[in-house]
T-cell receptor
Framework: GQNIDQPTEMTATEGAIVQINCTYQTSGFNGLFWYQQHAGEAPTFLSY??LDGLEEKGRFSSFLSRSKGYSYLLLKELQMKDSASYLC?????????????WGAGTKLIIKP | DSGVTQTPKHLITATGQRVTLRCSPRSGDLSVYWYQQSLDQGLQFLIH???????AKGNILERFSAQQFPDLHSELNLSSLELGDSALYFCASSATGGTGQPQHFGDGTRLSIL
């Protein structure tokens, strides 16, 4: 079967670092995306991983381990504007015919 | 600004009615995707079109249909509307839908069924 798990909600402090985990099960892994979505707004693309390892983009980094079916999004130097939901999505070349399977999202609350 | 345009932004209608949501993809993008997002829920994939042809269907109800026109804009038609259809409907586009291409989302159409 296909499944993506993320924590429902996390809280962190402004200026700190937070790691949002994502575990997945798919029949044919073909890449993993992270998106940010502010309440009531469109998701915006953050990062993409297809090979194992860390991809860094400014304050945001994303890690992938295909053997473990695991990814995380690391946010550094947290700002109040980082309060949003973070969506993990896996491209599946098996049952889903190359479509994205989306996690339910992790709501990140930043406190001053 | 993602470059994906969705109209209208808001739609209020009654049960049993029919509505059409419109999407213009980013310039040059051939793939268009439709998603439904109910309040505090995840994104539910509805359908994917590539260059005018249906590529994949997700959890799309039979009351819903879509098409992509020769100019690549797409429309999602929702009929016999029910209260549970109230949601945010997103359109996204990508260049071809190939590996590694992110989907870029429009601002969505918020549909409210009274």
């Amino acid at each position: 079967g296909q499944n993506i798990d993320q924590p429902t909600e996390m809280t962190a402090t402004e200026g700190a670092i937070v790691q949002i985990n994502c575990t997945y099960q798919t029949s044919g892994f073909n890449g993993l995306f992270w998106y940010q979505q502010h309440a009531g707004e469109a998701p915006t693309f953050l990062s993409y991983n297809v090979l194992d390892g860390l991809e860094e983009k400014g304050r945001f980094s994303s890690f992938l381990s295909r053997s473990k079916g695991y990814s995380y999004l690391l946010l550094k130097e947290l700002q109040m504007k980082d309060s949003a939901s973070y969506l993990c999505a896996v491209r599946d070349k098996g049952e889903s015919n190359y479509q994205l399977i989306w996690g339910a999202g992790t709501k990140l609350i930043i406190k001053p | 600004d993602s470059g994906v345009t969705q109209t209208p932004k808001h739609l209020i209608t009654a049960t049993g009615q029919r509505v059409t949501l419109r999407c213009s993809p980013r310039s040059g993008d051939l793939s268009v995707y439709w998603y439904q997002q109910s309040l505090d829920q995840g994104l539910q994939f509805l359908i994917h079109y590539y260059n005018g042809e249906e590529r994949a269907k997700g959890n799309i109800l039979e009351r819903f249909s879509a098409q992509q026109f020769p100019d690549l804009h797409s429309e999602l038609n929702l009929s016999s509307l029910e209260l549970g259809d109230s949601a945010l409907y997103f359109c996204a586009s990508s260049a071809t839908g190939g590996t590694g291409q992110p989907q870029h989302f429009g601002d969505g159409t918020r549909l409210s069924i009274l």
